[in-house]
């Protein structure tokens, strides 16, 4: 595996945490995701009010919205805003400038590099944190015969000691056998910060779908992180 590449998937890994410091005062309210129950990430179970259909799309989930990038596509909800940098850059630049404050701030970090990532994204509606919960989607090419468990152990190797991991495994997505969790916190100028990261090998690429936010709106959002990445779908 590539040394320098896993390394940039690191510091990719970092930067979602980075962006959550953007905070809000005003904003619309969170939607409610009460009536939604979490998952359990295995191969056989899916998340309440999505089934798979014959073709390679999701059916609809109310009060969500289809994001898609380079080669995959994933489900949000509607108060998600941004996409694919390599194709909706002035798009996302105007959505996030017009927010205002740290928003604009963040707009500024993704037009200086808006190639490393397949699609970045971030929640509109506040947080009771202050902080912004966002994803973002990088990818890496990868042996066809490594295996899950040794791609995890390399990409840890290289996170710096702040990043605590308080969470490592392998799991079973619905769509994605060979995949994994990354979950770990960091404090950054005070503000405790929580990141649920999934690795989903396909073929000679890894996928990396990362879900930041603050540590307190972490549980309450986790319903929401798990509905999304089992609507993952890569295309072949």
């Excluded at 073709?55 to 989930?61: M, R, V």
């Excluded at 994605?176 to 005070?190: I, S």
């Excluded at 405790?192 to 549980?219: C, F, N, P, R, S």
Aim: aromatic share 8%; net charge negative.
């Amino acid at each position: 595996m590539n040394t320098r590449r896993s390394r940039a998937i690191a510091s990719a890994l970092l930067l979602p945490l980075l962006v959550s410091l953007a905070c809000l005062s005003t904003g619309p309210a969170r939607r409610d995701l009460s009536n939604f129950t979490p998952i359990v990430v295995t191969a056989n179970t899916l998340p309440p009010e999505w089934t798979p259909t014959p073709a390679e799309t999701a059916t609809p989930i109310p009060g969500w919205r289809l994001f898609e990038g380079r080669g995959l596509s994933i489900w949000l909800p509607e108060s998600f805003i941004g996409g694919d940098p390599g194709q909706d850059l002035d798009v996302m630049l105007n959505e996030l400038r017009l927010l205002g404050g740290r928003f604009a701030e963040s707009a500024d970090k993704l037009q200086a590099d808006p190639g490393s990532f397949i699609l970045w994204v971030f929640d509109s509606a506040s947080a009771a944190s202050g902080a912004v919960t966002n994803m973002t989607i990088v990818r890496e090419d990868v042996p066809p015969d490594i295996t899950m468990q040794e791609y995890l152990d390399a990409v840890q190797g290289l996170f710096p000691p702040e990043m605590r991991i308080v969470q490592s495994g392998t799991i079973s997505l619905p769509r994605y056998p060979e995949a994994a969790r990354l979950v770990f916190e960091t404090d950054v100028q005070g503000l405790a910060l929580k990141e649920a990261a999934y690795l989903v090998k396909h073929g000679a690429t890894m996928w990396v779908i990362t879900y930041a936010t603050g540590a307190q709106d972490y549980d309450q959002l986790l319903p929401t992180f798990e509905l999304s990445i089992s609507t993952l779908t890569v295309q072949p």
